[in-house]
DNA sequence: ACGGTTGGTTCGATGAACGAACTCTTTGCG
DNA sequence: CGCAAAGAGTTCGTTCATCGAACCAACCGT
């Protein structure tokens, strides 16, 4: 996108988020995030983002509180979502949301589920069965009808993102 | 945004959006439309967006059926969303709203407003008074405490936006 | 000790964005 | 009508981010 980052120093809050989260790539690292993805190389895995990239998105987040890096196994470092971090889980699903109603020939992709009451978490984030506002660590994201299952050759990734799991529960 | 328009081809839904709305400057043009913006040197004066790219950006928008060309006075056309296009409202109003609450030390910039009920819209897209989802042409967008006030060399559009105003109406 | 994995960095080529200048049509005005 | 100014783009040379492939260093299991 070659985003300088910086738009016109407009009055707008949108601009602002946009510097932000608006580069290529980094929404995909946040909604990665959410589902649970936290190591360097599964994002290069599930994203296909160049590693340089990647390493530039990640400093980039973490010095804007997004993420932050936490100590994993060894000396090893996992990124987390911070709780700024976890509110752009709105921007995420309202994206996904738009791109499932148009451009999924064969249906939804992905349903996202309340957990224990087993509602389905509708378009503004709230449980249709029980009506409650649901938060993201309640919330089971499963396959729907339009997504297409997963061939070996995407990764491993991939293949655990296909089943159903609760959202910012670690993949590994 | 240097953004090549192709992610890998993924199976998320969210990356063919991005796919449609993710370059840069894309959903600053969506938000203005919503705004009411509809000319083509309104576009440059409030974005201030190189011509060449809103000239390609509107291209390709409207070939992805969110904007309409539509004859304006004279031999002008202007640009206006469709029915797919205003679906892109809860990502504008979740993106606004994350970027109001972490980057708007004056407070918020922009309320919305259920016009009628005078019940503020909240994020979820629901009137806190009436409780009821709000259509795009029912809000009114106001001026929030964190908005500057409008400088005269933002121009003329900048000065518009900053008053209380339905969405969706043209600004001219 | 050593081969593989993880977590990056480096580097050259490509291509998009920038912005200023230019063109062409339409509009306004006397 | 005649002229100036604005609207709506187009053209073009420069700059800068992205890409992707290769490289490097630390750590791990055996």
Known sequence: MG?????TNQACSMVRAL????ERWT???????????????DFVEHLGIPRAVLT???????????????????????????AKGRGLWPVVR???AWGDEHYAPGGRRRVFVHAGCEGEVAQPG?????????PLAETVMTPGPGLAPPSPEDGQVSALLA???????PVH
């Open 3 to 7: 985003l300088p980052r910086e738009y």
């Open 19 to 22: 510097e932000i989260v608006g």
């Open 27 to 41: 929404l995909l690292i946040v909604r990665d995030a959410v589902f649970g993805v936290r190591r360097f190389s």
């Open 56 to 82: 530039e998105r990640l400093e980039f987040l973490i010095g804007e509180g997004v993420l932050e890096r936490v100590p994993g196994p060894g000396k090893r470092s996992e990124y987390e979502l911070t």
């Open 94 to 96: 309202a994206l996904s």
């Open 126 to 134: 709230t449980c249709l069965r029980c009506g409650a506002e649901v």
């Open 163 to 169: 089943r159903p799991r609760h959202l910012l529960q």
